[in-house]
């Protein structure tokens, strides 16, 4: 499931931001170079399928596996939904 995710959250990155962004396993949030508009359409672009995600979830969460790891432990039901609907 960890590779499933990783795979959705470069896909959410690539909707809302200009930048080639390639997320990996360890990649930290703050390293990103992303300005404020794109972290928090990034956020945004996550809460539509993860309703409940707090908006200071990077600072929650550093990396992507500390993310993956969340959304595994607190959105189980929201990711069985979304790989039903691939």
């Known amino acids: 499931m960890a590779q499933e995710l990783l795979t959705y959250l470069n896909e959410a990155i690539a909707e ?3 930048k080639e962004v390639v997320l ?3 990649t930290k949030f703050a ?3 992303l300005d404020s508009y794109d972290a928090m359409s990034f956020i945004a672009r996550l809460k539509e ?3 409940d995600l707090p908006v200071t979830i990077f600072l929650q969460c550093q990396t992507t596996t ?3 790891k969340y959304l595994e432990n607190n959105h189980k039901e929201e ?3 979304l790989w039903k609907q691939d």
Do not use: Q
Request: no cysteine.
């Open 49 to 51: 399928d993860f309703e």
């Open 16 to 18: 809302v931001s200009d």
């Open 66 to 68: 500390d993310l993956i």
């Open 24 to 26: 990996s396993e360890d």
């Open 31 to 33: 390293t990103l170079g």
């Open 79 to 81: 990711m069985e939904e």
